[in-house]
């Protein structure tokens, strides 16, 4: 897997553990905050078991929220209804995570994803 935090801090995005508490849904994994900019990794969210499982879970859930962050500068069009967006955002991460930080031409875009100057159909 990419070294997704150093991908965060390149952005000027810090990363954080944190216990969401009550915040959000139940099974909230991680934020974005655009006001810090920051991603908080749910500690309720991480799974019980060895330390790579734990990475593996935080690695993914930074990568997610990448995807927001790069919406919200501008590198990725807003997706208004919700279910869309989340499901762009992990499939930008799955992405993140399969090509194991080998982008050629730059990081990836998922398919569901435009480029600048493409609209959703």
Do not use: K, Q
Not at 22 to 42: H, K, Q, S, T
Not at 73 to 99: K, M, Q, W, Y
Request: charged share 25%.
């Amino acid at each position: 897997m990419p070294d997704v935090r150093a991908l965060a801090a390149a952005y000027g995005v810090r990363v954080e553990l944190a216990d969401l508490g009550d915040w959000g849904p139940a099974d909230l994994v991680a934020e974005y905050d655009a006001d810090g900019p920051v991603i908080r990794v749910n500690l309720r969210a991480l799974p019980h078991g060895s330390s790579c499982d734990v990475r593996d879970a935080i690695d993914r859930a930074v990568a997610h929220e990448i995807y927001h962050h790069r919406e919200a500068i501008g590198e990725f069009p807003h997706i208004t209804e919700r279910g869309a967006r989340e499901a762009a955002a992990d499939a930008f991460a799955e992405e993140l995570v399969r090509s194991g930080g080998a982008f050629a031409g730059g990081l990836p875009r998922p398919a569901a994803v435009p480029r600048h100057g493409s609209s959703l159909t």
